[in-house]
Every structure is written in structure tokens, then in C-alpha cells.
């Protein structure tokens, strides 16, 4: 399975970008997929959550302004975020297991990762 990430740069605060993940090797009926990010000395945090069973779930910073979506038959995974804040900066990963979501995805969940791509907002 590979994971491919697209789509980070460098924006004003906002702006828009918007993040793919190309999802190959493997075939699914149950999926949970998501975004995390990272800055340096920090935890991954998770972003957004999509599953086979339920539908999305944000992270609270970013409600409102992010959106989380899967075209199932290109399999590609993608992060529209809008509204960006300088805050948002960090590196963006997507992950990816082919099972149901449990109630809490944390990174731990995800057998599957994206090689990163960095996300700058400037103020």
C-alpha cells in the first residue's frame, strides 16, 4: 500500500489549498482515512477523519474552515482547507487503514502513511 501526498505550499492567511492522497496497492470496502499534522517537537495531531461507517470528523480548530473528502473510485483523499491561519502551518500527513474507525483514531490506528507534505500560512 502507498500513499501519496500533493498539493502544500506556501499561502497568505486566508487563503485556500487544497491537500490530495493518491491511495494505492490495495482494494477496500471499509476504510477509515485521515489527516494529521505536525510541527517540530509536537505530537501529530489529527485534522480530519473519514470512515466507511461514519461519515467525518474534525478537529475542533478546525471546523468550519477544513473539509475532508474521498473520490472512492480514483481513490484519492483529499483536505480542502479554507480560511487558513498561520497557526495551521505545519506538516500534513495522510494515513490510511482499511477497517472501520474505532471511536477515537489516533495516529496509533494507521498502518498506512504519506511521506508529508509542508503547509506555510503567513501572517
Known amino acids: 500500500v502507498q500513499l501519496v501526498e500533493s498539493g502544500g505550499g506556501s499561502v497568505e492567511a486566508g487563503g485556500s489549498l487544497r491537500l490530495s492522497c493518491t491511495v494505492s496497492g490495495s482494494t477496500y470496502s471499509n476504510y477509515c482515512m485521515g489527516w494529521f499534522r505536525q510541527t517540530p517537537g509536537k505530537e501529530r495531531e489529527g485534522v480530519a477523519i473519514?470512515?466507511?461507517?461514519?461519515?467525518?470528523r474534525y478537529a475542533d480548530s478546525v471546523k468550519g474552515r477544513f473539509t475532508i473528502s474521498l473520490d472512492n473510485a480514483k481513490s484519492i483523499l483529499y483536505l480542502q482547507m479554507d480560511k487558513l491561519q498561520p497557526e495551521d502551518t505545519a506538516m500534513y500527513y495522510c494515513?490510511?487503514?482499511?477497517?472501520?474507525?474505532?471511536?477515537?483514531?489516533?495516529?496509533?490506528?494507521?498502518?498506512?502513511w504519506g511521506q508529508g507534505t509542508q503547509v506555510t500560512v503567513s501572517s
Open positions: 473519514i470512515g466507511s461507517v461514519y461519515s467525518t
Open positions: 494515513a490510511a487503514d482499511f477497517s472501520v474507525c474505532p471511536f477515537i483514531a489516533t495516529p496509533a490506528h494507521f498502518p498506512y
